[in-house]
């Protein structure tokens, strides 16, 4: 596979992701993608238009002691995360739909 970089040395391993040369351009960019949402310190999540979990980061995931399993597939609202307080899950509700309207919405 090149990946326009042929001076990289493989395989490449960052935690558990590893980038190997007989990847292919998509499992590439899959794993390029999961490295960087690993190393983000704040909640970073990836959701479909509905609002289902389909990635988040290892920080969000170690902090409420979850793994990827756990949570993938459950619509983001109803997540550990959320069920702080019924607010703060409406408020997500919301968040999506406004979303699924083309709506910019401003999550602080």
């Not at 390029?32 to 479909?48: G, N």
């Not at 980061?57 to 793994?67: I, V």
């Not at 109803?78 to 409406?90: D, H, P, T």
Request: hydrophobic fraction near 40%; charge should be negative; include cysteine.
């Amino acid at each position: 596979m090149s990946t326009g970089n042929s001076t990289a040395d493989y395989p490449i391993k960052v935690r558990s992701t590893e980038i190997v040369a007989t990847d292919r351009p998509h499992q590439y960019r899959e794993k390029l993608a999961r490295i960087a949402l690993d190393e983000l310190y704040q909640f970073a999540a990836v959701l479909d238009a509905g609002g289902t979990l389909l990635e988040v980061n290892r920080a969000a995931l170690e902090g409420g002691g979850l793994t990827l399993k756990d949570v993938e597939g459950m619509p983001c609202w109803e997540c550990f995360w959320s069920g702080v307080s019924a607010e703060i899950m409406e408020a997500l509700r919301s968040w999506v739909t406004r979303s699924l309207r083309l709506e910019n919405c401003k999550v602080i």
